[in-house]
T-cell receptor, first 115, second 109 residues
Framework: EPEVTQTPSHQVTQMGQEVILRCVPI?????FYWYRQILGQKVEFLVS????????KSEIFDDQFSVERPDGSNFTLKIRSTKLEDSAMYFC?????????????FGDGTRLSIL | RKEVEQDPGPFNVPEGATVAFNCTYS??????FFWYRQDCRKEPKLLMS???SGNEDGRFTAQLNRASQYISLLIRDSKLSDSATYLC??????????FGPGTRLSVLP
């Protein structure tokens, strides 16, 4: 069964550094998402991406964050000047179309630890 | 009011028990509804979509009441492998998913 893959599985970074999280969505999917989950808290939406542009973003997704689809397969989340509170699990998800009742498929996440 | 609320849990039940989870959502314009399960420190995995007429998948039954903005999940004949956190997920306009806080289930031998 095709799956969403994320790298790295764990990233440790010094506060203030930039980090790039990588995702390879399922190949025929058109909609891509990033979510985060702080330890012990709920999964929170960050951003959705379709047709090479951001379609929606949450309040969390401020100027510190950016997303890119640099080629036909990768979807990246960049966090500039990381803060301690950016420590979380980051999940990438993809979806074949935007039709209702179609689920999103999640990668196994990148655990980001900011020191 | 939080967008998606769930039973706080945890639920500790013996193997073979029937357990029901409840979920309410605040946005009456919500379009789609799902139950995901999440094992400890793992990604959310789709359990089932929730349709207006209700739907069943083996031991799992989901119900939706749009008038009450209420979703439920029933698990019959619980297995040890059902132990996980169950996430109620609502899709709003714009297609992002809004997750509930989850209800943790422990099925005991």
């Amino acid at each position: 069964e095709p799956e969403v893959t994320q790298t790295p599985s764990h990233q440790v970074t010094q506060m203030g550094q930039e980090v790039i999280l990588r995702c390879v969505p399922i190949s025929n999917h058109l909609y891509f998402y990033w979510y985060r989950q702080i330890l012990g808290q709920k999964v929170e939406f960050l951003v959705s991406f379709y047709n090479n542009e951001i379609s929606e973003k949450s309040e969390i997704f401020d100027d510190q964050f950016s997303v890119e689809r640099p080629d036909g397969s990768n979807f990246t989340l960049k966090i500039r000047s990381t803060k301690l509170e950016d420590s979380a699990m980051y999940f990438c998800a993809s979806r074949e179309t935007g039709m209702s009742n179609q689920p999103q498929h999640f990668g196994d996440g990148t655990r980001l630890s900011i020191l | 009011r939080k967008e998606v609320e769930q039973d706080p849990g945890p639920f500790n039940v013996p193997e073979g028990a029937t357990v029901a989870f409840n979920c309410t959502y605040s946005n009456s314009a919500s379009q789609s509804f799902f139950w995901y399960r999440q094992d400890c420190r793992k990604e959310p995995k789709l359990l089932m979509s929730v349709y207006s007429s209700g739907n069943e998948d083996g031991r799992f039954t989901a119900q939706l009441n749009r008038a009450s903005q209420y979703i439920s999940l029933l698990i019959r004949d619980s297995k040890l492998s059902d132990s996980a956190t169950y996430l109620c997920v609502v899709e709003n306009y714009g297609q992002n998913f809004v997750f509930g806080p989850g209800t943790r289930l422990s099925v005991l031998p």
